[in-house]
């Protein structure tokens, strides 16, 4: 059974002085009309965007995702999202799902409608898909080239590389190209031969008995599960690492993940068409860790 | 005083037979809430569009507009739009613009709402902003790097960079960035050297007596605009060409244009701090050309 919720966030600019008391929060149906068609987020995707995962009810991580949704309203020229006022809204939110399953809340932050004074903001809470499958049998991916050196987000940030913005269809599309080519997955490789992300998941790979992700070095996200999975190894006393991964490097690791907010980890299992090991014991608690509440 | 007309199509899917009799199409309020917050054009930017000039209630053009969105649908994996349906809707907008101004109708056909079983489709019809001063004094513009190299759109189709998506967070991020440097908009190069086309326009460039505009090879839009203007000149006996552009040829033009479908043709006065002759003689002549009713 699917279930959802919607809940749209006024004022949704920050100078707005009402956010200084979390304005108003008006739930919708999240199925019928809301939004018009003058909406910037519908004619451009302009906008950005967080998904947050929900354990049980608790919303995952939520400092990283908003400290990511403030990043990424700087580099799009958006207002500065309230963190209070957005947390509001996510804890209304989560008190609309279920206390014993997965879901998902996303946020949304709009340019607005064309020629309108202020964004649009809103947030909705949907059932989580059952991921048990990726994240046991594991996941295949092929490596898919983002079309840009390694140096170009730093030197054009224009492009937006660093940014969470709702101008997804080069992900969407990436991950169907994966999957008409066999896989269930895509990792992103810059023209010049490094590894950056999968489309919706950042990379870890375990090198040498240490775990190692891609820099984000500004072409890239920060992901807020591979942070929290870093504390965790770290915590283990594992080495972790962010370094500027060669393509080559894939072929030293002996296990590698993809972790994201609502599918959590899942081991891979082939890249490429070359088989990886996958670490059952490893993956498990990782999958234990990132399923226990975690703020 | 702003005007705006809204119609929902249906069925969007070009393979519900009920297309082949034009569907339904049904008015809405433009500034009411008509989109549900499921929908993948406001969540992903998933979904691709074209902006038509009219003129005097006449629109321009539309058989090339209707073939670059079948063309943009092929490229994101959408089902191919059914031409006659989008013709009658477009007939249908045409009659809501007034018969003595300028006016844009957009069409946008979204991958539908999440998890749901069809694309949606819409079309919307506004007044046009008055291009009168860039159409006569010119606008300055700056060169920004696309982030690519030219050979990248052939062998990365899952870039989409030939198709007209909804995800133009990038194309507006770039245009805000020639803002900040004070031009009035932006011309964009890839990263090895090459010229492209504008965010939202096509570039013509007058080099030893000839028209020359980069060739649409697979990373830029072919303009429609450019296509009636370059037709006009053949028939006035000039000389055009699809070229390979290296950033030098910019230096080399005596003079230069941005073409759009509701802008139509704005001549460049400064590029990069260089001044442009203005040839206001050819360009009241491409303009008067524009400005007729075009099939």
């Known amino acids: 059974m699917t279930w959802r919720f919607a809940l749209v966030i006024e004022p949704a600019a920050s100078d707005d002085s009402r956010t200084d008391f979390g304005g108003t929060f008006t739930e919708i149906d999240p199925s019928a009309p809301a939004l018009s068609v003058g909406e910037l987020s519908t004619q451009r995707g302009d906008g950005i965007f967080e998904s947050i995962g929900v354990i049980d009810g608790h919303a995952q991580e939520v400092d990283a995702h908003l400290d990511r949704l403030a990043h990424s309203a700087s580099i799009c020229d958006l207002p500065a999202p309230s963190a209070r006022q957005w947390r509001q809204a996510i804890d209304i939110a989560a008190t609309h799902c279920p206390a014993d399953a997965e879901a998902v809340i996303k946020l949304i932050l709009s340019r607005g409608v064309e020629h309108g004074p ?12 059952d991921n048990t499958r990726a994240r046991t049998e594991g996941i295949t991916v092929v490596t898919l080239d983002r079309g840009y ?11 937006l590389l660093g940014a969470k913005t709702l101008s ?54 920060h992901g807020t599960t591979q942070l929290s999975l870093f504390e965790h190894l770290e915590a283990l006393g594992e080495e972790t690492s962010y370094e500027t991964v060669p393509v080559s490097m894939l072929g030293e690791a002996d296990a590698a993940w993809l972790v994201s907010s609502v599918r959590l980890a899942a081991p891979i299992r082939r890249i490429d068409g ?13 999958n234990r860790h990132l399923l226990s509440p975690r703020d």
Do not use: C, H, Q
């Not at 903001?121 to 989580?128: K, L, P, R």
């Not at 269809?169 to 997955?185: Q, T, Y």
């Open 168 to 221: 997804y269809a080069v992900n969407m599309a990436s991950i169907r190209e994966a999957k008409r080519r066999g896989a269930d997955d895509a990792v992103y490789v810059t023209s010049d031969g490094f590894v950056l992300e999968a489309p919706t998941a950042s990379l870890i790979l375990r090198v040498d008995g240490r775990f190692v992700t891609p820099a984000p070095n500004g072409g890239i996200l």
């Open 274 to 286: 070359r088989d990886l090991a996958l670490d059952a014991e490893a993956t498990a608690s990782f």
């Open 118 to 129: 202020t964004p649009t903001a809103w947030v909705t809470a949907a059932e989580a898909a």
């Open 149 to 159: 050196g390694i140096d170009v987000p730093a030197r054009a940030p224009w492009l």
